[in-house]
């Protein structure tokens, strides 16, 4: 392969392919302007502007005829030259190009030394002395010529076929949505052809598990222009599985000695002033609540609920705590409010109003390991019920900008190292990564495609309990402040469920399922026997349904078998006759005729792991 002959990094192929793209749209349609085209995880892409093609840009039909010209473009065997000239010279190059976007690049080269967004982040924080560069570095490619610092190949022959043009998409210029909004093309590459296959497999079973599409077919949610964009709407089906999942966490947080308490959506603006979320939190904010515009009585201004803390921590401080009440344990299924910029929001994965499994400790510097601990061991136990197996687990260390004293830092880092070698988990340390009042273990959960996903997080914290000058009595009688932990193991319900869904590709395990059981009447005359099975398995808290819609039966078991259910149940006159059931499970088929009592030994196993929840009146969907 090319990389061994040449010792060329994959990334240095990546960018070279970029440059290959770039000279194939130029020799397909003429004059573009060029962006960045930097490499990312998976490939490359170039930010573009194709003068022929005018507003309605390039389709993505095209994108197939360019890959073409890129592989007659590397069997040329191109040399990428690269020259180090004057910013005068480069000026002039790229003016007779007509790329404006390169000579802005090179006007920040000029003035800063880089990119003005780069040197701003620098010189906000680290403050280094900017050092404006006085020459530029170019490479050539064909008739293509890049302002770029490399590395490169030296030959298009260098380079793998092992590559695909992926997508089209916009994105302003710079990322600055005042700018010219650009075509973003990406392309995926990789060393050999089976790593490239490989990778469109994974693309191609995230598309078939995308939780959004999902969300659709098993009738679980929806996101409704008319309500806004971030906010989900829970159909029955996702509701249940909503309920199964903040019952589970939440009878498992109870046994393990947490007390459950419940908060308002809103408070006084104040509240926010005190906890620093105004100074430190606004951006992710919603805008306050102006009473005083409505109403002149009202003193105050009210803010949507960003977090939960504050509130919890009126609770604590609603009484004198001593020594002997703690660790103090409270947990709540809080619902809060962010402003995430539109851009950014995903189905269920990134929202404005989602619910937390949130939950906050307060205990002595001595009880600190011991509760770090048991937070390990649960968030683990719990994790592991929902199916998930491997996870990659990082410690987040003390900040260059921190709040309370080294040694709480040093003490509190020390526990989360030890309660981590407790459980004997393996982990990677995240230097600096630490909120900036404390550090934090951050538990990332790996999917059934191996993909990585934010889940648990635990946090120390001396800032808040400073803020709101908390205490307790200790066994001199003198007031100490105790320590804060934030805890939220699913973390948002919302992205777990995401989660969740695209793991389990919708077919979740028997105790997670909305609708455990499809009773199937074969005629309209066994219904009224399809009706007492379903009541037999609801006195037994199945969750239970009933399809006796006049469609034909083979139609009737492949709605079912499309809505994912783990069980169907299928009766007809023999059936009847034998007091039996027929039974097919998911994924295996027909299970044979049986009776009732029979198929209760059948889904034993899988019954210890179910959530109860209400019954509701036997109803068949007609």
Known sequence: MPQKKKGYSLDTFRHSLAHVMALALQRLYGKVLFGVGPTIEDGFYYDVSIEKLGKLGLPLEDLPKIEKEMRQIIKEGL???KQTITLKEAKEIFQKLGQKYKLELLKDLEKYG????????????????????????IYQTGEFIDLCRGPHVQNTKDLPMSFKLAKVS????????????????????????????????????????????????????????????????????????????????????????????NTPHIAQLKLWETSGHTGFYKDSMFPPMHLKEINQEEKDDYQLKPMNCPFHILIYQNQIRSYKDLPLRYT?????????????????????????????????????????HQLLTLSLNILKHFGFKNFDVYLSTRPDKYVGKLSNWQKSTKALVAALKKEKIEYQIDKGGGVFYGPKIDIKIKDALGRSWQCTTIQVDFNLPERFEMFYIDKKGKKQQPIMIHRALLGSIERFMAVLIEHYAGEFPFWLAPVQIKVLPVLEKNLPYAQKIQKELEDKDWRVEINANGETLSKRIREAEMQKIPYILVVGDKEEKNKKIAVRKRGKGDLGTMELEHFFTVIASEAKQSIRLPRRPSASSQ
């Open 114 to 137: 880089t990119t003005e967004q780069n040197e701003k982040l620098k010189i906000k924080n680290l403050k280094l002395k900017i050092k404006p560069s006085k020459t530029a570095t």
């Open 79 to 81: 040399a990428f030259k």
């Open 170 to 261: 916009g994105a302003y210029w710079r990322g600055n949505e005042k700018n010219q909004m650009l075509q973003r093309i990406t392309g995926i590459a990789f060393s050999t052809e089976k790593e490239l296959k490989d990778y469109l497999y994974q693309l191609e079973e995230a598309e078939r598990r995308d939780h959004r599409i999902l969300g659709q077919k098993l009738d679980l949610f929806h996101i409704d222009n008319n309500l806004g964009p971030g906010l989900i709407l829970w159909h029955p089906k996702g509701a249940i599985l909503k309920r199964i999942i903040e019952n589970y966490a939440l009878n498992e947080y109870l046994k393990n000695g947490y007390q459950l308490v």
């Open 332 to 372: 709540e299924l809080g619902t809060v409010y962010r402003y995430e910029r539109s851009g950014t929001l995903h189905g269920l994965a990134r929202v404005r109003g989602f619910t937390q499994d949130d939950a906050h400790i307060w205990c002595t510097l001595e009880q600190l390991s011991d509760e770090l």
